[in-house]
């Protein structure tokens, strides 16, 4: 304390000055209704300035939970477009088609956020901050906005990892859209090109053209079918065999994913069930 004294009487002619000169300025403010007006204006754009720029600190450190929401919300209307079935409406007849059932339900999406991601890889893999807490479970389809991303692979509480579609190991029953022509995609798995993976099992007799689209087949329980996955960038003859070498320009961006859908297959066990693949005991 008495250090401040010494401080305030060592400098006291300084702050008699700066005390009378805002006394003169508030005078003069109050008393002229020009310099008033002027002081309130430049007052108020300083105050703004500020406002704004607050404000504007403000909405960047909340754009994360901005963009959770909206992606929560459009996890909800893809949801809903998932349980639209296109119906081929004869003009004598009339259908009613009842949207608002829960047997109408097939898929259902769970918007998460990306955690980690790798591309350069030969076995790329990424992780969720969603776990089995929210539903997910080792399985289930993932995709963006923008196509097919992986799948689910090992899930905890609170995360969940999954397989890249930019794996090696990891093929999705595809279909050239167009013509209907059912095919695997799969990435080569050489790590230097994460946009391009292969079209498998096309034979020459096919009629494919640069700039096919290539979407999910409805040969699996894991995505819906016509989910993105990528366009037709080249096709020739492979040398050794009789199918087409075909190279596809995946949808997604992996090396700038942030947002993805978990899909809930809500007949998966029923559809696995009674696939075809299972084995028969022909002895039962």
Not at 174 to 203: E, F, H, M, V
Not at 226 to 255: C, H, W, Y
Request: proline content about 2%; glycine content about 6%; overall charge neutral.
């Amino acid at each position: 304390m008495g250090q401040l004294f010494s401080f305030l009487y060592k400098y006291r002619a300084f702050f008699t000055f700066l005390t009378l000169e805002l006394l003169c300025i508030w005078m003069i403010v109050r008393n002229n209704n020009y310099q008033r007006v002027a002081y309130f204006s430049a007052a108020s754009g300083f105050v703004g300035n500020i406002n704004e720029r607050t404000n504007n600190i403000s909405d960047y450190f909340s754009l994360k939970k901005v963009n959770s929401d909206l992606a929560e919300e459009n996890a909800m209307l893809r949801t809903l477009l998932l349980r639209v079935t296109e119906t081929s409406i004869d003009s004598l007849k009339a259908f009613d088609i009842d949207t608002d059932t829960t047997d109408a339900i097939h898929y259902k999406l769970i918007a998460a956020e990306i955690v980690d991601n790798s591309i350069r890889l030969s076995h790329n893999f990424f992780k969720i901050n969603k776990g089995s807490k929210e539903g997910i479970k080792p399985g289930m389809g993932v995709i963006s906005q923008k196509g097919v991303v992986g799948k689910i692979r090992t899930v905890s509480k609170n995360y969940s990892s999954g397989i890249s579609l930019l794996n090696s190991r990891n093929q999705v029953s595809a279909k050239i859209k167009n013509s209907n022509r059912t095919a695997t995609i799969q990435w080569d798995g050489d790590g230097r090109n994460p946009r391009i993976a292969k079209l498998l099992y096309i034979t020459r007799e096919d009629d494919v053209n640069v700039g096919d689209t290539v979407v999910t087949s409805s040969f699996n329980a894991v995505y819906p079918k016509d989910i993105m996955i990528g366009t037709v960038v080249s096709v020739k003859p492979d040398q050794n065999q009789r199918d087409l070498e075909i190279e596809v320009a995946l949808s997604v961006d992996f090396g700038t994913l942030a947002y993805v859908y978990v899909i809930e297959n809500i007949y998966k066990e029923e559809e696995d069930s009674v696939s075809i693949n299972n084995p028969i005991d022909f002895n039962e």
